[in-house]
């Protein structure tokens, strides 16, 4: 099993940056995939990125690419989101998830990921 526990959020003005982490318990972090997802408040939970285990595959919603990086640190046994240009519509609760076995299809989908964190709120104001 993985603990995982996301910090970094906050407010911050249109076109400013954030760096959300996540620390993951365990010492077995190097073989999870990480996920970032996000929900807003009456939405569904949305993909946001993801990375492989090694970090050498990531993914992007088409609403973040060219403005998010994912990227993991697995001697800290932390994933980060390094998000700029931010716009309101990133508002949201920020989600990070893991798993292990992952094939390329299943990054994108929450219910693919056992474990999950409590959540990071960033607020993005125009």
């Known amino acids: 099993q993985v603990q995982l526990v996301e910090s970094g959020g906050g407010l911050v003005q249109a076109g400013g940056s954030l760096r959300l982490s996540c620390a993951a318990s365990g010492r077995t972090f190097s073989s999870y995939a990480m996920g970032w997802f996000r929900q807003a408040p009456g939405k569904e939970r949305e993909f946001v990125a993801a990375i492989s285990w090694s970090g050498g595959n990531t993914y992007y919603a088409d609403s973040v690419k060219g403005r998010f990086t994912i990227s993991r640190d697995n001697a800290k046994n932390t994933v980060y989101l390094q998000m700029n240009s931010l716009k309101p519509e990133d508002t949201a609760v920020y989600y990070c998830?893991?798993?292990?076995?992952?094939?390329?299809?299943?990054?994108?989908?929450?219910?693919?990921?056992?474990?999950w964190g409590q959540g990071t709120q960033v607020t993005v104001s125009s």
């Open positions: 998830a893991a798993d292990t076995y992952m094939r390329d299809s299943d990054y994108v989908m929450a219910q693919a990921y056992d474990y």
